[in-house]
C-alpha cells in the first residue's frame, strides 16, 4: 500500500474521531454525533473539491501590464530585459 494511500486512511479516520467526539460531547447523542461524523466530511470532501477549481482557475489567469509593478526609478536590468536600446 502506497504511502499516501495510508497517509489519507489515516487521515480520515482521525477526521471521523475528531468530528464524532465533538459532536458526541456537545450533544451527549450516539447517532447525531455518527451522522455529523458521517456528513461533515462528505460535505468537506465537495467544498475542498469546488475551493481546488477556483484555485486553479485563479492560478491560470495572466497578470495583465497594470497589475505588474513599475520599476524603481535608476533600477538596473541585465542586458536585453530593459525596454530602451543599448546605445
Known amino acids: 500500500m502506497s504511502l499516501d494511500l495510508v497517509k489519507t486512511v489515516t487521515f480520515a479516520v482521525?477526521?471521523?474521531s475528531v468530528g464524532f467526539t465533538v459532536t458526541y460531547l456537545l450533544t451527549g447523542s450516539v447517532a447525531i454525533s455518527t451522522?455529523?461524523?458521517l456528513i461533515e466530511p462528505a460535505v468537506n470532501t465537495v467544498v475542498f473539491f469546488f475551493h481546488e477549481q477556483a484555485w486553479r482557475r485563479f492560478a491560470a489567469r495572466k497578470p495583465t501590464a497594470a497589475a505588474l509593478p513599475a520599476p524603481a526609478a535608476g533600477a538596473w536590468f541585465p542586458r536585453?530585459?530593459?525596454a530602451k536600446p543599448d546605445l
Do not use: I, K, Y
Open 35 to 37: 451522522g455529523v461524523a
Open 80 to 82: 536585453g530585459a530593459c
Open 14 to 16: 482521525l477526521h471521523f
